[in-house]
């Protein structure tokens, strides 16, 4: 349950976090308010997470994701080697299938036995503990 606290916090902070703030800030942009409680407002939602699953991707070092980094986790392949920048874009995406079931996919996690969330198991990847890494190093 330790990492999968972890790797909550560090979701939240590195994931969340920004997701809420470019949702927010796309629509008072867009339509001029910060909640766009419209049809459409699922467009603002889905454009908001692509950016933050590119942006998590982008500050991807060797598997870490900066607040993964902080939190001392990493994302691997099946292989046990670090996930590439665009593995972990698509595994970023593949958390979509953890929100659709109502947050049960995240849930998951705790009680499979690899540890892996539903959208771990699209991307075909694990998180594990490693050592920590401050932002700075590469």
């Known amino acids: 349950m330790h990492v999968w606290l ?35 407002a699922w467009i603002f939602s889905a454009v908001a997470f692509l950016i ?21 986790l990493q994302f691997v392949g099946v292989d046990g080697a670090p996930l590439r920048r665009a593995r972990v874009f698509v595994q970023s995406v593949s958390h979509a299938i953890d929100f659709a079931t109502c947050g049960i996919g995240f849930l998951w996690a705790l009680i499979d036995d690899r540890k892996q969330t539903f959208g771990d198991k699209v991307s075909n990847a694990h998180v594990r503990v490693c050592c920590r890494t401050t932002i700075g190093d590469s």
């Open 52 to 72: 933050v699953s590119g942006m998590w991707a982008a500050t991807s070092r060797n598997g870490q994701p900066y607040a993964y980094r902080i939190a001392g």
């Open 6 to 40: 972890r790797r909550a916090g560090a979701y939240i902070l590195g994931f969340v976090i920004p997701w809420a703030l470019i949702y927010q800030l796309l629509g008072t942009i867009l339509v001029g308010r910060s909640d766009p409680a419209s049809p459409g």
